[in-house]
């Protein structure tokens, strides 16, 4: 066989975005806060696009953007809801993450009026990027603050200044190190008082706050989860030995057999060393705000954008008369033309994103209606392609679509990714089942257990089979430790001692 050069000539297909439509895309992964602040920078750079609020200050000379579908005075059906854009405001928006391509020549019109690239997604072209909107929080509750609050809920007088006095003398991390000599000396307390004043902080939230030393935080959050029998204390006490892995030494010391230190071990990592560090540091974060609102009605589901966090932009198209007219150079007359397309892009985009979020959460309903009628133990197996084959677009444009967004319902607010879940098939043959709903019936029969029968994995599989679900041994203990619940040794030592079934939070300390 000769080798040698040739020239071969292929066709092939692939999608080629301008940085416009790349925009576009990125504004269906942000929650409504996110775009209001996407707005609010928007109504900054550009001087033909306002507010509705701010145009009902002075004459109509405006143009609305049509109003997106879940802002109107009634909420849709759901039925009425799954429709999509048509005609030449449209956007597709429906687009497989696999055949992007960027057009590094295409028309960046937009980009310098502020809604290319770089409005949201700094200035890479990376379609995978995040905005980064660190810059959006405030000011969030510090450790101290968190800590000073208790401290006026639960002293006064005295024990109030001295508890003060420790709490400004914590670290960032959570651990105080200061000498409890010199805060007696400096307010003129007794030092019985301040070590008492100090037990009490350490009774604070977080667990293991104010400890002297990792010992000391570990044993604080172990009195927290009553998990603090003779056992665990002198594990504690011997943090070196697990340190080395010498379980021998351990075993020995503690008086357990292998399970029991394995479970112990597990407990203890399951405990966080640095408990202050869970709290900002002068940086707030936004609390959740739901994007969607589901609510009944007559026999149905209405869903709704969530419009309060959506203000309605307007374009001014007096303005850009006026400004057009009295303009004489050509670059700003170049300037003032992208700043009325950037202003309708914006509008078409918006509009499409709102139509997208509806039509995904509307199907996410009617495949969960179950859930919504009767709690968890209904919720179905649901996935990503399932959603994309109903509505007819593609799986990576519901994952953009249901990232970061929030779902407010009779039952609670709800992460849009909260709905799919994995399914476990029948014992029966019949229908699959939701994980959730399997953890759900796993939660309820731990928690319906006596301290006389503890019950253990193999029982749980067998009570869990006789409701018809078709379970495995190792898939109980996964969903058991997901939820936060022991293994039946430690229920039944934690029982024994009178304790209550709260499960250790998790951590990162391992």
Request: hydrophobic share 40%; proline share 4%; with cysteine.
């Amino acid at each position: 066989m000769a080798l040698g050069p040739r020239l071969d000539l292929r066709q092939s297909q692939s999608l080629v975005m301008t940085p416009q439509l790349q925009q576009a895309i990125r504004l269906l992964a942000l929650s409504n806060l996110e775009i209001e602040s996407f707005i609010a920078e928007e109504l900054d750079k550009n001087p033909l696009l306002e507010s509705a609020g701010a145009a009902e200050d002075g004459p109509d000379t405006s143009e609305a953007a049509e109003a997106p579908v879940g802002e109107r005075d009634e909420p849709a059906t759901v039925d009425e809801l799954v429709v999509s854009g048509s005609g030449e405001s449209a956007l597709d928006l429906d687009v497989n993450d696999e055949n992007l391509h960027q057009d590094s020549s295409a028309d960046r019109v937009g980009m310098d009026g502020g809604l290319g690239l770089d409005g949201i997604g700094g200035g890479s072209g990376e379609i995978g990027e995040g905005p980064d909107f660190d810059s959006f929080a405030g000011a969030d509750l510090s450790l101290h603050e968190h800590l000073v609050a208790q401290a006026g809920e639960r002293l006064s007088g005295g024990d109030l200044l001295i508890a003060q006095a420790i709490i400004e003398q914590i670290e960032e991390t959570g651990y105080f190190f200061a000498s409890l000599l010199d805060i007696a000396h400096r307010l003129g307390a007794p030092l019985g008082d301040v070590e008492r004043v100090l037990g009490i902080v350490q009774t604070f939230d977080p667990p293991g706050v104010a400890a002297r030393s990792l010992s000391e935080c570990l044993a604080l959050q172990a009195r927290d989860a009553d998990r603090y029998d003779p056992a665990m204390a002198r594990l504690i006490d011997n943090l070196d030995y697990l340190a080395k892995g010498n379980l021998g030494a351990l075993r020995r010391i503690c008086s357990v057999d292998d399970e029991d230190l394995s479970d112990m071990i597990r407990e203890l990592r399951a405990y966080d060393p640095k408990p202050g560090c869970r709290f900002g540091h002068g940086d707030r974060v936004e609390g959740v705000v739901p994007d969607v609102f589901v609510g009944r009605r007559g026999g149905s589901w209405a869903v709704e954008l969530n419009s309060s966090t959506l203000p309605r932009l307007l374009v001014n198209r007096a303005y850009y008369l006026e400004l057009s007219d009295g303009a004489q150079d050509r670059q700003s007359k170049a300037w003032l033309s992208e700043c009325l397309a950037s202003a309708n892009w914006l509008m078409k985009a918006l509009d499409q994103r709102a139509r997208t979020i509806i039509k995904v959460a509307s199907e996410i309903v009617k495949h969960q209606d179950g859930f919504f009628r009767h709690g968890v133990a209904h919720l179905r197996p649901l996935t990503l392609r399932a959603v994309a084959e109903a509505i007819g677009m593609h799986e990576s444009t519901v994952s953009r679509v249901t990232s970061n967004k929030y779902l407010s319902c009779d039952r609670g607010l709800f992460e849009l990714k909260y709905f799919f879940t994995s399914g476990i098939q029948s014992a029966d043959g019949g229908d699959a089942v939701s994980a959730e709903a399997v953890k759900s019936h796993l939660k309820a029969l731990i928690a319906a257990e006596s301290a006389g029968s503890i019950l253990s994995d193999d029982q749980l599989v067998e009570l869990l089979r006789a409701k018809g679900f078709d379970i495995a041994r190792r898939t109980v203990a996964k969903y058991r430790e997901a939820l936060g619940i022991g293994s039946s040794v430690q229920r039944r030592r934690q029982k024994a001692l009178g304790g209550t079934d709260r499960p250790p939070q998790a951590s990162g300390w391992r």
